[in-house]
């Protein structure tokens, strides 16, 4: 079957043309028609007679064994849409959805799909404004909220703990809105699609889908293993996440696959537990690989087909979550003591960073002026995101567990014992010393007004203002 050939200079919006194509799916054109990164297409010369084939192209069939197919619902609304063009006979014009949510929001782990740690606020001081206590008496081999917060439009904090709950808090107030239950642990972080669906991962193998307001089920799906890679939302609502050996893409609406790729082969081993990241074209998702030697790494998968662009073999675990500057370089920690940066269209390194001996499983975080911070042996860096020279550095206990997080002006924050405020160069601003929480290895959100919302050891979120 024949693509539409578009008249010269025009291009076709890559994600919405392959979603139904499945000659463009499977990559079988000769000449391809398609501009991957577009995200306006204006074809004023293809009229009915172009719009027909267009429409006679689509794959409209059974869902095959790779792909289970789209949702019914983007079916009917691009059908819908093609039809009223031809009638009205004007010209095609196709929009990219908007953010999965409001800007400034941090919506998902490390602040956006992106996963540069940077926040739409600024202004925090150092003061206590509240703090929720789980009251987890069960045995602890861990710290008990590990999951970083994350925020929906209406200000309320979704995290994860390890009671096997997830938790809805005012964020003003700290006051319980709703709780839900898993089956296991929950200690990656939620995210928050733009209609309010909370989407989180447990411990027990499955992927939940829950309402915002009210903590209610939508779905859950079973997964390749205990999900503890923090899902990742596409301008389109597609969710993202890693299980077992597995890289998933969702429909968000119906938890539905549209495609899942076993990185290592199904039933090779390994685990995808890293927050995967997309480009900044959303063509291409990041996840590291841990628990298989032979194939640690980080990996680059195709957003529409799941297919694996290449690979960045490491020579140990990758659990530190990949983080992509505008520019498309991606940044990752390596538990052999190394921090990597990468052209994230090739893979290949464009330089490396050796931090010392120690893991490196803090992710990264980006400022707008391309630094880029880390947390490794006993330290924070300010790296030169150019060319991996030390910029700053400032001391911290031996391990990092906790990622940096960068607001609005510029300030850093970082928790280990204490949640730290830094200027840019490293130097302290401020520091909160949070009483009986034992410390922390959860990650900074920094919600829209500047406030600080982090979780701790001894099962407390903390709100800082």
Request: proline content about 5%.
């Amino acid at each position: 079957m024949e693509c539409l050939r578009l008249t010269e200079g025009t291009k076709l919006l890559d994600r919405w043309h392959r979603l139904w194509c499945a000659d463009c799916r499977a990559n079988r054109h000769a000449d391809g028609v398609i501009a991957r990164g577009v995200s306006q297409m204006r074809a004023q010369p293809v009229m009915a007679e172009g719009l027909a084939r267009t429409l006679a192209a689509l794959d409209l069939g059974p869902p095959t064994p790779t792909r289970r197919g789209l949702p019914a619902g983007r079916r009917v609304a691009l059908v819908m849409g093609a039809c009223a063009v031809l009638a009205l006979g004007l010209s095609l014009v196709f929009v990219t959805a908007g953010p999965p949510a409001a800007d400034g929001l941090w919506s998902m782990f490390r602040g956006g799909p992106q996963r540069t740690g940077l926040g739409g606020g600024s202004g925090a001081t150092g003061a206590l404004l509240w703090e929720y206590d789980t009251h987890y008496t069960g045995p602890q081999y861990g710290p008990i909220i590990e999951s970083s917060p994350a925020i929906g439009k209406d200000g309320t904090v979704y995290v994860g703990s390890r009671d096997d709950k997830v938790y809805a808090l005012d964020g003003k107030t700290g006051q319980r809105k709703w709780e839900f239950r898993t089956g296991d642990d929950v200690t990656c972080s939620p995210a928050v699609g733009d209609d309010g669906t909370v989407y989180v991962g447990s411990w027990d193998m499955k992927l939940y889908a829950l309402d915002g307001a009210t903590g209610a089920e939508k779905w859950e799906l079973p997964m390749a293993g205990g999900v503890y890679s923090s899902p990742a939302i596409g301008e389109d609502g597609t969710v993202y996440v890693g299980a077992g050996e597995l890289v998933y893409a969702l429909d968000g609406a119906t938890g539905s696959a549209i495609w899942e790729t076993p990185v290592t082969g199904r039933d090779l081993g390994g685990s995808v537990s890293t927050a995967p990241a997309l480009s900044p074209d959303g063509s291409l998702v990041y996840a590291g690989m841990s628990n298989n030697s032979r194939w640690y790494g980080l990996y680059a998968l195709d957003t529409i087909t799941g297919e694996v662009k290449w690979r960045f073999p490491t020579s140990s675990h990758v659990l530190s979550s990949p983080a992509v500057d505008d520019d498309g370089r991606v940044y990752f920690g390596c538990d052999n003591g190394r921090v990597y940066a990468l052209d994230g269209a090739t893979g290949k390194q464009e330089w490396e960073f050796a931090a010392g001996t120690s893991f490196v499983r803090s992710s990264p975080a980006v400022s707008r002026d391309g630094t880029v911070y880390v947390g490794a042996e006993g330290s924070l860096y300010g790296l030169d995101g150019a060319t991996g020279k030390v910029k700053a550095e400032f001391r911290l206990q031996p391990i990092v567990a906790s990622s940096p997080s960068i607001g609005s002006d510029g300030t850093v924050y970082i928790a280990e014992d204490r949640l730290y405020a830094l200027h840019a160069d490293l130097n302290p601003k401020w520091d909160f010393y949070a009483l009986g929480c034992g410390g922390m290895a959860s990650s900074p959100a920094i919600g829209p007004d500047g406030t600080i919302y982090v979780g701790t050891h001894r099962g407390k979120v903390i709100a800082v203002r």
